[in-house]
């Protein structure tokens, strides 16, 4: 493996309690990971080379339960670079090599192990409960009671936005479809989304998009492939939504600007049922804030260097900017093309030009390339996000 700062090592579950395989030295062809929102850790897949005898265990036969939701754990020294289960191990017999095909999923993913209804027993009946309600308290009910592979270490804000009366969690489902569908369009007080993450050591956060840092720098320089393209497609914009609440509809909105300049274009969001109509229309006018003007829609890679402001009291210029590596970015965070007009601002606002807000990652590491999915209003809402991120699909 070409980056031998990486240690890929294979433990019997998420507590790592006994080291199943060390992977590291034998991993060829294949070895990349992903970020995402909402979401977290992503998608990993690698290849290992080994003995036929060796690639057999990794399957469920007889009595053996394979390797099957093993944790993959990914570092660099004590650094979490990357964690998630096992899902798909597949045996590759070729004329010259045996190895095995493994695909991971991050935590995130466990959101669709178990089930829940806000009705059962022990569980909070949102519909009725007493005082405010928050998605936070929410999350951190679906957390505790049907998501046991996620730390119970709970990073996660209580927005302001009070959701009582919800009925939608009446409906049996997976956590991360309510997660995804029913709380994410709905959180916080303003026009920023929430994002959710499940992070190093498994821990989940839950908490507004943050705009007050940048992150990480790039140059044009260190831009791969087609380079960046600025691309911005006019038919995702959408300039007069309106609210469905369940079944029943509620109170759209225009916005004055957009319509000025551009045809009315209208867009219908689902929300659950019961979603009092504060929320809902809070949640309305997020999205008329994200998809009023056309905005940028093109991914970019990465081959050379990524910087980051250097913190004060470090030992050097505060400001400055330090050369990272690229495996440190992550889904959640703010990235600058440094050297791109229009000329810099100096706050970091999200322009979808120059300085973005990142959806997803891929790094690959046998070909030491980042790609970066900046923010892209047009599937960043609610369930439109959640189809196109969800790791596990039901057949």
Request: with cysteine; hydrophobic share 35%; net charge negative.
């Amino acid at each position: 493996m070409p980056n031998q700062q990486f240690k890929v090592r294979l433990y019997d579950d998420k507590n790592r309690t006994t080291l199943i395989r060390d992977l590291t030295d034998r991993i060829t062809r294949t070895f990349n990971f992903s970020t995402i929102i909402q979401g977290g850790f992503g998608i990993c897949n690698l290849y290992y080379a080994c003995s036929f005898g060796e690639a057999w265990n990794a399957l469920n036969r007889e009595n053996l339960p394979g390797w099957h939701y093993y944790h993959l754990d990914i570092r660099e020294d004590t650094r979490i670079v990357w964690e998630g289960r096992l899902m798909n191990p597949e045996i590759v017999i070729e004329s010259d090599q045996i190895g095995l095909n493994l695909t991971a999923l991050g935590y995130h993913s466990s959101m669709r192990d178990q089930l829940y209804d806000d009705q059962d027993a022990g569980n909070t009946n949102w519909e009725t409960v007493a005082g405010t309600v928050t998605t936070g308290q929410v999350l951190r009910e679906l957390v505790t009671k049907s998501c046991p592979d996620i730390n119970g270490t709970l990073d996660i804000d209580l927005d302001t936005t009070d959701i009582k009366g919800l009925t939608a969690l009446h409906n049996r489902d997976y956590p991360q479809n309510f997660l995804v569908d029913v709380l994410a369009p709905i959180a916080g007080t303003g026009t920023l989304p929430w994002h959710w993450t499940v992070y190093d050591d498994r821990k989940p956060k839950w908490a507004e998009r943050t705009t007050s840092n940048i992150d990480w720098f790039v140059y044009l320089r260190d831009i791969v492939g087609e380079g960046l393209t600025l691309k911005q497609q006019g038919e995702h914009l959408r300039n007069h939504v309106l609210p469905v609440i369940g079944t029943a509809e509620g109170t759209s909105t225009t916005d004055a600007e957009s319509t000025g300049r551009y045809p009315r274009r209208d867009i219908k969001i689902n929300l659950g049922a019961g979603v009092p109509n504060a929320a809902a229309n809070l949640a309305r006018d997020r999205v008329i804030a994200e998809r009023r003007f056309p905005q940028q829609q093109s991914a970019f890679g990465v081959k050379g260097s990524i910087y980051s402001a250097n913190a004060a009291g470090l030992g050097a210029i505060a400001g400055a900017l330090l050369e990272r590596p690229k495996w440190w970015v992550r889904a959640g965070e703010i990235i600058r093309v440094q050297d791109l007009v229009p000329a810099s601002q100096a706050t970091p606002e999200l322009d979808a030009l120059r300085t973005f807000f990142i959806m997803g990652t891929t790094y690959d590491v046998l070909r030491d390339r980042l790609s970066v999915q900046p923010d892209q209003p047009a599937n960043a809402l609610g369930a439109l996000l959640s189809r196109r991120i969800q790791l596990e699909r039901d057949r």
